[in-house]
């Protein structure tokens, strides 16, 4: 079992930054790859960033690429999402989520979600 705690949303103003930070549970925090997913109203989730359990390898949405970058601490059991040059449309609640790495077994452990407002 992994429980998921986001926080670090806020509103901030276009061109801005924000890191969100997600803690984890658990002593195995290693064999989960990590991702960030958002929902902005009326749409639907959408994968944003995702980093392997080593931390060696990350992917990102071509929405948020050259803008995001997403990190882990393996010994502190933390994920992180560095967001700059902010635009309107990246208003959402970001979701962290885990799936153990290698397994053809979607994300089974979610957090609560963190609401980023992007406005000026």
């Known amino acids: 079992q992994v429980q998921l705690v986001e926080s670090g949303g806020g509103l901030v103003q276009p061109g801005g930054s924000l890191r969100l930070s997600c803690a984890a549970s658990?002593?195995?925090?290693?064999?989960?790859?990590m991702g960030w997913f958002r929902q902005a109203p009326g749409k639907e989730r959408e994968f944003v960033a995702v980093i392997s359990g080593s931390g060696g390898n990350t992917d990102y949405a071509d929405s948020v690429k050259g803008r995001f970058t997403i990190s882990r601490e393996n010994a502190k059991n933390m994920v992180y999402l560095q967001m700059n040059s902010l635009k309107p449309e990246d208003t959402a609640v970001y979701y962290c989520?885990?799936?153990?790495?290698?397994?053809?077994?979607?994300?089974?452990?979610w957090g609560q979600g963190t609401q980023v407002t992007v406005s000026s």
């Open positions: 989520a885990a799936r153990i790495e290698g397994s053809s077994n979607g994300y089974a452990y």
């Open positions: 658990g002593r195995t925090f290693s064999r989960y790859a």
